[in-house]
């Protein structure tokens, strides 16, 4: 009797977990779709899981705006962005859709759409970490028939898309390089960058998710958001003031620091663009809006002089902001002119060089 009930008993419950088993699969090939985005149409969004880390579940999320949407270019740009940060600059999709480049971003483990709450908001422990994160929006893009894209990376973007091209040299993944404002050294002072720095870098090798002290929240966040002093409507859960580090992320960004003053062979054309100075934090006012406050601009000049490329070249914009296409309309449609300029002559579209 027993034996007959399982032999009934058993089928049904194959059936019910295959049904479960394809629901799942359905619910998951539906979430992996893009779908509208948080900025609106036509911006779409895309969520890919990655594999766990030693925070346990990872994602990472394309954003797209297309020239033609539904029908992808053979020109594409996929921008990374900054420590404490997350796309949501829809100008900058605009201005490269109008040259004709679709335009994707990404934003990165742990930042942003990709941050989830069992996950300390922007902790890496190695930026090779996010290499899997670039690899993954590239080679969509390249799957989606894009022919020529240019890697775009600002500030701490800027430092991983540096690295980034220098260990995946030979690999056809991209066919330029464009910084703004990267991030190649502390802005600090000489006791904090010869001993402070690698101190907590050194005992993050053995302590990564100790956290610095809560410092002052700089003036910079204040000068660009709308609901201050500036211009840009953000999330500020993705992007607040006063993020406190961990020892692990200061460490890996000393080790990046580190092979870029050590020299970097990029296999591809580099734009490498910054304010013309630097600026003091301390205090919010119109000085803020003149330069960077966030790097000292002689660290970008020297950390580029240390890479080597078949065609390296370095802009500077006057009166650019950190993020140079956050600066005050007039200084951002310059930063857009060099950049634009040198997009078209990447494609052959004009004789004359780009500045």
């Not at 990655?50 to 579940?57: F, K, Q």
């Amino acid at each position: 009797m027993k034996k007959k009930i399982l032999t009934a008993v058993i089928p049904a419950f194959l059936v019910f977990m295959l049904v479960m088993a394809a629901q799942t699969t359905d619910a998951r090939q539906a979430s992996a779709g893009w779908v509208p985005d948080v900025l609106g149409e036509p911006f779409e969004q895309r969520t890919f899981e990655m594999e766990p880390d030693y925070e346990g579940d990872v994602v990472v999320t394309l954003v797209r705006r297309l020239v033609n949407p539904g029908q992808p270019s053979e020109k594409a740009v996929l921008y990374v962005h900054g420590f404490n940060d997350y796309f949501f600059q829809a100008e900058m999709a605009e201005r490269f859709n109008a040259e004709g480049l679709d335009f994707y971003a990404v934003d990165l483990r742990k930042y942003g759409r990709s941050w989830r709450p069992h996950q300390k908001i922007t902790n890496v422990r190695d930026l090779s970490e996010y290499y899997a994160d670039l690899d993954l929006g590239l080679n969509y893009i390249r799957e989606a028939g894009a022919s020529q894209i240019v890697l775009k990376g600002h500030s701490t973007g800027g430092l991983t898309t540096t690295l980034y091209a220098a260990d995946r040299k030979g690999m056809g993944l991209f066919d330029a390089l464009l910084l703004n404002s990267p991030f190649f050294d502390f802005n600090a002072g000489f006791f904090m960058r010869r001993f402070a720095i690698p101190f907590i870098a050194w005992r993050g090798g053995s302590n990564p998710d100790k956290l610095t002290p809560e410092g002052e929240p700089g003036f910079y966040g204040a000068s660009i958001y709308a609901g201050e002093q500036g211009e840009w409507d953000f999330n500020t859960e993705w992007k607040g003031s006063g993020v406190r580090l961990n020892y692990g992320w200061i460490r890996a960004i000393r080790q990046g620091h580190r092979r870029v003053a050590r020299g970097l062979e990029i296999d591809v054309p580099v734009l490498v663009m910054h304010s013309d100075k630097t600026v003091p934090e301390n205090e919010l006012s119109d000085v803020l809006f003149t330069g960077d406050s966030v790097l000292n601009v002689a660290h970008i000049k020297a950390g580029a002089g240390n890479l080597r490329s078949p065609d390296l070249r370095l802009a500077e914009i006057e009166n650019g902001m950190h993020d140079l296409i956050l600066s005050r309309e007039p200084v951002r449609n310059e930063a857009y002119r060099v950049m634009m300029a040198w997009v078209r002559e990447l494609r052959g579209d004009e004789a004359s060089p780009a500045p």
